[in-house]
């Protein structure tokens, strides 16, 4: 809704000055206006995952847990990319970090403890262990900027906790992305249950403030599905000119539903779906319309008989065999069917 006022308010300038209203006041509400959105995080926050994703939570269990609870490794790794003329201080905020209470998922009794670590310096992104999907050989690389384990804290049910302040130097330089990269990998450490959580990149240590042009990315994503069959979640894989097929892989989908991909040339691609505790593949050709843009995969719930607390591994590769990142500020925004690139012309 503020992003809609703010748009709004930017179209209409124009046309509200030739109505002949008194520049101060025009100028006032503009004030009013920009001060209510930044106060309320409604344009200017940087979640993760981000609202065009609309996923609950991002979702890692302990390591004692069955894999058909809907985690095949226990991990997670997230990446932040901070843009090279930023040099202010930033914060890693993490939401609801520890393992109990109402967010997370219980299994017989609260016994887990989950680490949370933040990594910065050489190799941090670059290193190919780091980028696979597979918490194996040294993911773990670059400089341990901070750690910090959670068991049940009811200190930290439903709040926030924060890693920092970092200086963005500290994170690793990618020249690709013209920016320093940041690191943090949720782990299992023991038990059973269903860890639920949030990040936010942030400039202030105790609230959500944004870093222009920051952003963050992942290159296998675990989380927790809606209960509520009519929401529909989103990820965004980019697609680089390289590309020729990718191969969509996903996890322990319960046969919930529909997966679907949308693009700029793809008006619904329909893809195979995993049963529980097992992964499945799907490979198709990319369009020369869809390099260098992002791919929209829908995740569409069935509404009868619902599933109920579903979570979800998915990852993509490309024809190499590498992996291709989810953004979760979509490059070059959320794709959009365009009908006079998917119809052609009969010869």
């Known amino acids: 809704m503020g992003e809609r006022i703010f748009f709004w308010y930017l179209i209409n300038f124009k046309y509200i000055n030739n109505k002949s209203i008194k520049m101060k006041r025009v100028q006032t509400s503009a004030i009013i206006i920009l001060t209510?959105?930044?106060?309320?995080?409604?344009?200017?926050?940087?979640?993760?995952?981000?609202?065009?994703?609309n996923i609950p939570y991002l979702m890692t269990f302990g390591p004692k847990a069955e894999t058909s609870w809907g985690d095949d490794d226990y991990s997670q790794t997230f990446f932040f990319l901070i843009p090279e003329e930023f040099n202010s201080p930033i914060f890693i905020r993490v939401f609801d970090p520890d393992v109990g209470g109402a967010v997370d998922e219980v299994n017989v009794d609260w016994d887990t403890k989950m680490t949370y670590s933040v990594y910065g310096g050489n190799q941090c992104y670059t290193h190919d262990d780091a980028q696979e999907t597979d918490p194996k050989g040294n993911y773990k690389s670059g400089n341990l900027l901070g750690t910090k384990i959670f068991g049940v804290n009811p200190r930290y049910d439903n709040n926030w906790y924060?890693?920092?302040?970092?200086?963005?130097?500290?994170?690793?330089?990618?020249?690709?992305?013209?920016?320093?990269?940041?690191?943090?990998?949720?782990?299992?450490?023991?038990?059973?249950?269903?860890?639920?959580y949030q990040y936010y990149l942030s400039t202030a240590m105790d609230k959500n403030l944004p870093i222009e042009g920051g952003n963050a990315f992942a290159y296998e994503y675990s989380f927790r599905m809606h209960n509520d069959p009519n929401e529909v979640s989103h990820i965004y894989p980019y697609v680089d000119d390289r590309t020729?097929?990718?191969k969509l892989s996903n996890f322990d989908w319960d046969n919930d539903g529909f997966i679907r991909t949308v693009s700029v040339a793809?008006?619904?691609?329909?893809?195979?779906?995993?049963?529980?505790?097992?992964?499945v593949e799907d490979e198709f050709k990319i369009m020369d319309e869809e390099k260098n843009?992002?791919?929209?995969?829908?995740?569409i719930k069935r509404k009868n008989p619902p599933v109920k607390n579903n979570n979800v591994v998915v990852n993509v590769r490309n024809q190499y065999g590498e992996l291709l990142p989810f953004f979760t500020i979509p490059i070059g925004g959320v794709p959009k069917y365009k009908y006079n690139i998917g119809v052609k012309k009969a010869k």
Not at 269 to 275: A, C, D, T
């Open 36 to 53: 209510w959105l930044f106060f309320n995080n409604l344009v200017l926050a940087q979640p993760v995952p981000a609202g065009d994703e």
């Open 162 to 196: 924060t890693f920092g302040p970092f200086n963005p130097t500290e994170g690793e330089y990618v020249d690709k992305f013209k920016g320093h990269v940041f690191k943090i990998i949720c782990e299992g450490v023991t038990g059973d249950d269903g860890n639920m």
């Open 244 to 246: 020729l097929t990718i």
């Open 266 to 279: 793809r008006q619904g691609q329909m893809s195979k779906v995993s049963g529980e505790d097992s992964w």
């Open 293 to 299: 843009t992002s791919l929209d995969i829908q995740f």
